[in-house]
């Protein structure tokens, strides 16, 4: 388009050519509109990250079970040399099968109390927000300073509750709690479930909280009890729930590492040794890259058994 300049002649000379405008879209809003490349620059950052804290570290972990590295020395390539070697050890044998014990019964114990917590907690009562954010507390307590605290106690020499037991004459001698190696396991279950209670309490509270009381109030009709409620009505209900908390407290628990190492340092004699603890005193205290690999690996089999397994699980009761 030519728009001649006032004065002008009018010719080529005095005429002046203005930019047309574009109709089109730009370039970058094309780009954006576009709903795959919109949802592979949003996924990118997550996917980088997943990628350098788990995808290499897991990548680097097989890689160090086949083969024998050690501090300073790179090591070979060996197969399945180390799981083998791991596979007939005494002590690992002795550490999955505590892994399992602790696993299971922490499990159950944690399963059987916050469900009772959280019925309890469901009830209407004076002082019922304060008792619920109390509940929170062995949670959020830091595993480290809270195990030593049950270590304290738990002590040899000055166990409290040794010395409240006696006094109360209930034992005439002092129980081994941390020096013999069965009453230490159980000393550890009893702390992972103190731990780990409040977290299936208040995740089952806050699915009790979703069953209508219509419900309950149709089968109070009908003349069912209370434990008849529970099983008819709340159970039922509550199992998707319930299954997913039990997976997330099998994979914690089952690679629990840090209230062994405090509290027995897998002792008296290698007795309370579990998995995740072995593996560090033979990979890191003991410097055997490649073996201590192979140990923690041991892990990867049986969480992925146990959560398939729950998984078909809920997705039959979802298809129910």
Sequence with gaps: MKKPIAGGAGDAAGTVALPHPRTGPRPRRVMLENERLRAALLLAPTVLLLGLF??????????????????????????????????????????????????????????????????LLNRHFRGKRLVRASMLLPFIVPTVLSTFAWRWMFDPTFSVLNWVLYQGGFITTKLPFLSD???????????????????????????????????HEAASLDGANGWQRFWRVTWPLLKPVTVVVVVFSVIQTFSDFQLIYVLTGGGPANSTHLIA??????????????????ISLFM????????WVQLRYVRRLEGA
């Design 300 to 307: 990867l089999p049986v969480l992925f058994i146990v959560v």
């Design 181 to 215: 190696g069965t009453y230490a396991l159980w000393c550890a279950i009893l702390i992972n479930t103190w731990r780990g209670m409040p977290f299936f309490a208040i995740t089952l509270l806050a699915g009790l909280q979703t069953i209508s009381t219509d419900l």
């Design 277 to 294: 603890t072995y593996a560090y005193q033979i990979g890191v205290a003991t410097g055997l890259l490649g073996e201590g690999a192979a």
């Design 54 to 119: 788990i995808a290499y570290p897991f990548v680097m972990g097989v890689w160090l079970s086949l083969s024998s590295t050690s501090v300073g020395n790179v090591g070979q390539f060996v197969g399945v040399k180390n799981f083998v070697k791991a596979w007939n050890d005494s002590i690992f044998q002795t550490a999955f099968w505590n892994t399992v014990w602790y696993t299971g019964w922490a499990t159950l114990f944690k399963l059987a109390l916050g469900m009772w917590l959280a019925l």
